[in-house]
């Protein structure tokens, strides 16, 4: 399934041009005036970021890695996972993983309020990037690492929705488990993609001060990646 909707901003283009050429075989001649074109620049992101509105959103790398062996349950792959976290994910043949990717894309793709879906593994990504965003929201300025690793942990195990769910967020996009042992599956795939995903944030967050998180990642905070939340 493919769902493709364009990226839309609000950028006011104001194009005046004048240009007056007149050829007279007589000795009149008048004057060309011609004003330059007028762009407004992109819209003033708040802390003065700022993002191009030509530059795609960033899909998951691991799309090309999906095969008919890749298992998935409804249309979302379940990616090996690099973890020390018990749990159904295989272990990756490289370090990389859809782990680091998802910290990696977070911060551009937060930018975005539309995405077009490639395939099962950008449905992983999907979930990944509001996850990190739903980490954010529990974080403060003054939270120090200790306090943070217990509020993300609990988070983390807390009772979450389901593709199929109703207080699931994203079921246009998500097709739900067909059978209890899919759902079950599919939830021990997430708790432990969860309880990864949270470690590795909180060690980039506090990678320069164990009391004091980085402001440039509370910064986005208040963003939603396709304007939706888990």
């Not at 005046?16 to 008048?30: A, F, G, I």
């Not at 309880?195 to 402001?215: C, F, H, M, T």
């Amino acid at each position: 399934m493919s769902l493709t909707i364009q990226q839309s901003f609000s950028t006011d283009c104001s194009n005046s041009t004048s240009n007056s050429n007149s050829t007279s075989n007589s000795n009149s001649t008048s004057n060309s005036n011609s004003n330059p074109t007028s762009i407004s620049t992109p819209p003033t992101e708040p802390n003065h970021l700022f993002y191009s509105t030509t530059m795609p959103a960033y899909h998951s790398t691991f799309l090309g890695e999906e095969s008919l062996d890749t298992r998935t349950v409804g249309n979302l792959s379940l990616l090996p996972i690099r973890t020390k976290y018990r749990g159904p994910a295989f272990e990756p043949d490289q370090d990389y993983d859809i782990v680091e990717e998802t910290l990696d894309l977070f911060r551009a793709n937060s930018f975005f309020k539309n995405f077009e879906i490639k395939g099962n593994a950008d449905r992983v990504l999907i979930y990944g990037i509001l996850y990190v965003s739903d980490c954010l929201s529990k974080l403060n300025k003054t939270m120090p690492h200790r306090e943070a690793t217990r509020v993300l942990n609990n988070l983390s195990l807390d009772n979450f929705a389901l593709p199929g769910d109703i207080n699931f967020p994203l079921n246009s996009l998500y097709l739900p488990p067909k059978t209890k042992a899919d759902a079950e599956l599919l939830r021990s795939y997430l708790s432990q993609f969860r309880q990864e995903l949270a470690e590795r944030l909180l060690a980039r967050i506090y990678q320069d001060d164990e009391n004091v998180p980085s402001k440039f990642w509370l910064s986005f905070t208040k963003r939603k990646f396709m304007n939706k939340s888990l």
